[in-house]
């Protein structure tokens, strides 16, 4: 199984901060990768697919980055509605796997 | 819009089956773009897939549950279901049900459910 690492696992930050969250596979996935948010007792929701391609709807100031085992996810000018929790997960192969998450805060 | 309704008993006895349906509405779930997928989220952590059914009724399941694992597709209905047997207290969690769509670039998934809990208790 392909297992994700995300970093780091929670981070305390102010509103208009920029954040970076990274997301590392224990293998070269390509570009396999989607970003998602989830907010207490919420389903989660897609943010970025294939690494890199907003997903319909997501505000610009959410970007994707990285290819083969190393990406990101950087956030632009927090908003209030940005904290929450963000998980990297992995399609590149079966069983699909998720990052542990990283919640981020209000400082 | 296509939607996903997770349904199903919310309390579950040790070594019995777990059993929950995904209603879809909204589209057909007999569709050669989508797959459907189960996940799940124990309590205070993160998510964890486990398994998915296309329209055609094959079916991927994470290795570890693969054995107590059997997710069918009801497109008659317009839903899908998941089992799951000799459950215990580790199989405790917000159940949801989801939607990708296939493409050579990757699943995604763009369309979840409310999710459902399941406590597994006597």
């Known amino acids: 199984d392909i297992q994700m690492t995300q970093s780091p696992s929670s981070l305390s930050a102010s509103l208009g901060d920029r954040v970076t969250i990274t997301c590392r596979a224990s293998q070269s996935i390509s570009t396999y990768l989607n970003w998602y948010q989830q907010k207490p007792g919420k389903a989660p929701k897609l943010l970025i697919f294939?690494?890199?391609s907003l997903h319909g709807g997501v505000p610009s100031r959410f970007s994707g980055s990285g290819s083969g085992a190393d990406f990101t996810l950087t956030i632009n000018s927090l908003q209030t509605e940005d904290f929450a929790t963000y998980y990297c997960q992995q399609t590149y192969s079966t069983p699909y796997t998720f990052g542990q998450g990283t919640k981020l805060e209000i400082k | 819009q296509l939607q996903l309704q997770e349904s199903g008993p919310g309390l579950v006895k040790p070594s019995e089956t777990l059993s929950l349906r995904c209603s879809v509405s909204?589209?057909?779930?007999?569709?050669?773009?989508?797959?459907w997928h189960w996940i799940r989220q124990p309590p205070g952590k993160g998510l964890e897939w486990i398994g998915s059914?296309?329209?055609?009724?094959?079916?991927y399941h994470m290795s570890s549950l693969k054995s107590r694992v059997t997710i069918s597709v009801d497109t008659s209905n317009n839903q899908f279901s998941l089992k799951l047997n000799s459950v215990t207290a580790a199989d405790t969690a917000v159940y949801y049900c989801a939607r990708s769509v296939v493409r050579t670039s990757g699943d995604a998934f763009d369309i979840w459910g409310q999710g459902t809990m399941v406590t597994v208790s006597s």
């Open positions: 059914s296309y329209y055609s009724g094959s079916a």
């Open positions: 909204g589209g057909s779930l007999r569709s050669r773009s989508y797959y």
């Open positions: 294939t690494a890199s």
